[in-house]
């Protein structure tokens, strides 16, 4: 027997996108709205899976009597809610909010449609100034004080990639701290509150407690904070080195959904697969068992597939 | 939950501070030390995750015991509470008066903010760099400032600029020997080498503690400071003989939807810079089905040149205790919080003692003169962070995270702190309602204009003769208020106000005539904010004043969202290429610049901090502040 379950009848609510009439179930979100209507809404912060922190701020739209923007992706559709997606204001803070990321971190590994919006909000990531590498260390950076200002360019995130462990690399020079890593490791996936956001301002930054060495950490490798990473500031270490020799390609990949072998829950696995060797697993996010989460098992135990030479 | 937690290296003085916190329960169940033979986890269960929000003050213990966060003393207050390391030092290293990293045992803060830079800080911090080496935070990355036993770093606004310069010293120690905290104001550079070589320092006999409005005769008009100065903060029974627990007294006859209707009357408006009606707050909250409700006083005054809160609650505590008893009570809370600002630690004693005082006699605690009402409040200390006297993120802080705050709404009525129906006031507020119980909800509408009832505390500082706290009934003038401060210092002309704090606006000599009410300011495109009035004088370098105001911005951004934690940035360094004389293209693509990041800042930061960022910066560019260097010292 089969059972489903009914969610109570929600109520509906009516606004205004762009001047056309939405009708949408109580408790939807601006954005959720705005994807129904086809409206192209830029997002970084926002993931399905998890809890909107609504830092990024890309989302903002505004809505008739409010004084500042609202983030779509966290702001419930009210009743006679007028909301604007492209006015002057709202293509303004886009731009800049896209500006001053590009300005201080390495956006060229993030997904093709933060580079459409870049082009479409004719954000200019040069317009603060070259890029400065900052004096001191990101992780020595203590909260309520800093170095002179920049006067020649624009101080950025830059620092040396973070390479500690087998499975996973983590380059913080490319980390637009949109919290999902955090999330993921916590509360809303792995519970395992390996890292977390310390400091504060500009010196902010995703770290372990005394920013130790992940092996030194809580965590347990289950990558799910890569899977959500949406900059390459994650990266798996296959990735992170065959980039770094130039054999990163990823024209000639074929991704293989398949289920994971290990044990009997049944999480699907996306194969990555690039010259007959697997060199990265993801998990699609919309499979009702893992929801893009794996365990360590799944995301990096796949060498014994590659293992040629098993005897018998 | 999962917790990778070393107690192991914890120092004993370390342990016993946490203990201290926590009661000393050394089991291995509570997460005290394991041996090898119990071969167990820590188990932490449901009863010890509460205590959660205990987080701040155990790394106060820490940090008042040993002088920085160690990893041994982090790791055991995780295993303790249970917290995750990695988020207990994410909360760590948010707070400016937290170290995690080693520090010396004592540490001067000295304050060269807004104020106090027109006091010579700026002067005085580098001559500390030629005498004593550069502040801590300066040193060469990974060079340890060495075996010295004391260092000193530079410090935003410490909220005593009527005095001003001002410092704080912050002493790590066995609790007894050393005293922990201390302010030091008017603190000129013998006072802060004498800090800095150990001793206690003596105040050189500077101005007068809290100069008032018509300091001789006392002005009959004092409301809010009506026992300043006069009744004893340590003694209870002087409280009361000046008129204390009167309006406690009233509000219980009223009943609380009596005390509502009052506020509802007297029309007040909240003085922590929204003026949202009170009355509909309390309101909200009473009305809230969700129990138990709580409510909060905040007392994180941090806005640079705003000293008024910590005047209240260094003379006058019982009337903070008292006010918020009376929030409990038409609230409908059984507690109340009491959220200090970490840079205020004679502040903190007081409230602190005051609070003991009124339990020990009957006015906290079950039955309160006779009544059915109970109601308990809990001081906690702030560590260091501006962004903590934004509403929601004082709730974070106070439930033991990073003091982030989040979008409302949710509104505070409907999900405050812990998640539950909250009041939250500031110190001044909470003083009128007093006065509203007191006089009675007409008699206070009909003080001040229609708009703005009641009297309004001004923190006067900067170039004038007598900088001090004034209260006034609303309807002053800027130039009253200037004039009652006995004009700019020397009778030099006056160049500009800083009108409510750095959050607020530059005024120039126009606005002299402006009535200083809510609906008067807001005419001109200002703000009252805190009741900041920073009175400058034509010698003040208007482009250093403003790049400190950027800075303050920069260092107190909570680096949440990216219009803030990026934008405050590339504010400061464009200030800072106009201060060089380094423009990127003309000075007009500067100015291009700069308001492009202020309406982004403006439009689409979370929170007030990020919106209000750039509106001095603007002000003052639009007045032409930036240009005219000063002439030279007269």
Redesign the interface.
């Known amino acids: 027997m089969t059972a489903s379950f009914v969610a109570p009848p929600r109520r509906l609510v009516t606004g205004t996108i762009d001047g056309r009439p939405v009708t949408v179930p109580e408790g939807t979100t601006v954005l959720q709205a705005c994807r129904q209507q086809g409206i192209d809404t830029p997002t970084l912060c926002y993931l399905e899976t998890l809890t909107p922190?609504?830092?990024?701020?890309?989302c903002?739209v505004e809505v008739e009597g409010s004084r500042?923007?609202?983030?779509a992706c966290?702001?419930a559709v009210e009743p006679g809610m007028a909301v604007q997606t492209d006015s002057e204001?709202v293509r303004?803070?886009r731009r800049?909010?896209l500006e001053?990321?590009g300005?201080?971190v390495d956006l060229s590994l993030c997904a093709p449609e933060v580079r459409r919006w870049l082009v479409r909000y004719r954000a200019d990531t040069e317009?603060?100034?070259p890029a400065q590498a900052p004096e001191?260390?990101r992780d020595?950076a203590?909260?309520?004080?800093?170095?002179?200002?920049?006067?020649g360019?624009?101080?950025t995130c830059a620092q040396p990639v973070k390479d500690d462990n087998e499975d996973y690399v983590r380059d913080y020079s490319r980390c637009?701290?949109c919290y999902k890593c955090v999330e993921a490791c916590g509360t809303d996936a792995q519970?395992?509150?390996?890292?977390?956001?310390?400091?504060?301002?500009?010196?902010?930054r995703i770290?372990?407690?005394?920013a130790v060495p992940l092996p030194d950490?809580?965590c347990?490798y289950c990558g799910n904070c890569i899977q959500v990473c949406p900059t390459g500031a994650l990266m798996f270490r296959s990735e992170h080195v065959m980039r770094g020799d130039g054999r990163w390609a990823p024209e000639r990949q074929t991704v293989t959904t398949t289920i994971c072998s290990y044990c009997g829950v049944g999480c699907n696995l996306e194969l990555h697969v690039q010259d007959n060797s697997i060199v990265k697993v993801t998990s699609p996010l919309d499979h009702d068992v893992t929801r893009g989460n794996l365990c360590v098992k799944g995301r990096f135990g796949f060498q014994f597939v590659q293992n040629r030479r098993r005897e018998g | 939950m999962d917790l990778r937690v070393e107690p192991g290296h914890a120092s004993w003085a370390e342990r016993e501070a946490v203990d201290g916190v926590l009661g000393t329960v050394p089991a291995w169940a509570d997460g005290g030390e394991r041996t090898a033979g119990d071969g167990r986890m820590v188990e932490g269960g449901h009863a010890a995750r509460e205590r959660r929000h205990l987080l701040l003050p155990v790394l106060h213990a820490l940090q008042d015991r040993v002088g920085w966060i160690s990893p041994g003393g982090l790791g055991y207050a995780c295993a303790r509470l249970p917290v995750p390391p990695a988020e207990a030092f994410g909360v760590a290293s948010f707070y400016a008066l937290f170290a995690t990293v080693p520090r010396p045992a004592t540490v001067v803060h000295v304050c060269d903010d807004v104020a106090c830079r027109c006091r010579g800080a700026e002067a005085l911090c580098q001559e500390l760099t030629l005498r004593v080496g550069p502040p801590l935070d300066e040193h060469e990355e990974g060079a340890s400032p060495g075996p010295a036993a004391t260092g000193w770093v530079r410090s935003p606004c410490l909220g005593r600029c009527e005095q001003g310069s001002a410092v704080l010293v912050q002493r790590a120690g066995d609790p007894g020997v050393s005293g922990r905290a201390a302010s030091h104001a008017p603190a000129p550079l013998d006072q802060v080498l004498a800090l800095l070589a150990g001793g206690a320092g003596s105040a050189p006999a500077g101005r007068a503690v809290v100069p008032q409005a018509a300091a001789a005769p006392r002005d009959p008009g004092l409301r809010l400071l009506r026992r300043v100065g006069l009744a004893d903060p340590a003694s209870l029974d002087s409280y009361r003989a000046h008129g204390g627990y009167q309006a406690l007294r009233r509000a219980l006859a009223l009943g609380p939807r009596g005390v509502i209707r009052e506020l509802h009357e007297s029309r007040l408006l909240g003085r922590g810079g929204a003026a949202f009606p009170t009355a509909a707050k309390w309101e909200a909250v009473a009305q809230n089905p969700v129990q138990p409700h709580l409510v909060v006083c905040n007392a994180d005054e941090s806005e640079p040149g705003t000293f008024k809160d910590r005047v209240v609650m260094e003379a006058d505590p019982f009337q903070v205790v008292e006010a918020l008893t009376v929030m409990g009570y038409a609230c409908g809370a059984p507690r109340g919080y009491l959220y200090v600002r970490g840079e205020y630690p004679e502040a903190e004693a007081r409230v602190t003692a005051a609070v003991a005082a009124a339990r020990s006699r009957g006015l906290l605690g079950n039955g309160i003169l006779g009544s059915s009402f109970g109601f308990e409040i809990e001081v906690r200390r702030g560590a260091g962070a501006y962004i903590a006297g934004e509403e929601t993120a004082l709730f974070r802080s106070i439930e033991g995270g990073r003091a982030e705050p989040r979008n409302k709404p949710p509104f505070p009525a409907e999900s405050g702190l812990f998640g539950r129906p909250t009041a939250i006031n500031n110190v001044e507020t909470l003083g009128c309602v007093l006065e509203v119980l007191t006089i009675g909800g007409a008699a206070f509408a009909a003080i001040g204009t229609e708009a703005s009832t009641g009297t309004r505390l001004f923190c006067v500082s900067g170039c004038v003769e007598r900088p001090g706290l004034y209260e006034f009934a609303f309807g002053v003038t800027l130039g009253e208020v200037i004039r009652s401060a006995g004009g700019v210092e020397g009778g030099r002309p006056l160049r500009a106000v800083l009108l409510g704090g750095v959050a607020g606006t530059f005024v120039g000599p126009e606005a002299l005539d402006v009535p200083l009410t809510f609906e008067g300011v807001r005419a001109i495109g200002a703000s009252l904010g805190s009741g900041v009035v920073l009175v400058l004088d034509d010698t003040v370098d208007g482009l250093d004043l403003v790049r400190r105001i950027a800075r303050f911005f920069r260092d107190e951004s909570c680096g949440q969202c990216v219009p803030c934690r990026v934008g405050t940035v590339r504010q400061e360094e464009a200030l800072a290429r106009l201060a060089a004389g380094r423009p990127l293209g003309s000075a007009a693509d500067e100015t291009g610049r700069l308001d492009d990041l202020a309406q982004a800042m403006r439009d689409a930061s979370i929170c007030g901090l990020g919106q209000t960022a750039a509106l001095a910066v603007q002000s003052a560019a639009r007045m032409g502040l930036f240009a005219s260097p000063p002439p030279g010292p007269p």
């Open positions: 922190v609504n830092a990024c701020r890309v903002v500042a923007l609202v983030p966290s702001r204001r303004t803070s800049l909010v001053l990321l300005s201080s317009r603060f100034g001191a260390a020595a203590r909260p309520g004080h800093h170095g002179p200002a920049e006067t360019g624009a101080e637009i701290l519970n395992t509150f390996a890292i977390a956001v310390a400091g504060r301002g500009f010196g902010a770290s372990t407690e005394f950490s809580a347990v």
